[in-house]
Each structure stands twice: as C-alpha cells, then as structure tokens.
C-alpha cells in the first residue's frame, strides 16, 4: 500500500475534526497550542496537541480522533 492509500485509510477513521481534539485538549492544560497534528503513537492514531503553558513549559497532549477523549498530558523535558 501507497503513502497516499495508508494515509486515506487513517483519515476515514478519524471523525473528530481538529479543531474538536484542540479545544478537548484546552479544557485540561492552558496555554498556548504551537502544534496540532494527527499523527501515529503506539500503532493507535492520536491527535499529538503541544501547548506552551503560563510557566514556559511544553506540554503534549495526545487526543483520541474517534471520541475526543484526553488519553494523555504529559509535560516535555
């Protein structure tokens, strides 16, 4: 399978748009969002939502595509 099939095929399970994961993600870490993507994590896709908090520090939160759900924040070193 092609780039561009895997890809087609990742992007029809995912039924939570973007901007959905981003604000599920903001209602658990305040900050700045610097980067949004879909991405692959442990052979499960995952919203990958990477803030800037109030104290300067990087924090990934990863969001379920499919309910939105918060899986996991976890701070940057």
Do not use: C, N, R
């Amino acid at each position: 399978m092609g780039f561009f099939e895997s890809e087609h095929k990742a992007m029809k399970q995912v039924k939570v748009p973007m901007i959905q994961a981003i604000e599920a993600a903001k209602a658990v870490v305040s900050g700045q969002v610097v980067k949004a993507k879909l991405e692959e994590e442990d052979d499960y896709l995952v919203y990958e939502i990477k803030f800037i908090t109030p104290k300067g520090d990087e924090t990934k939160v990863l969001v379920d595509p499919v309910t939105s759900k918060v899986l996991k924040v976890e701070k940057e070193d």
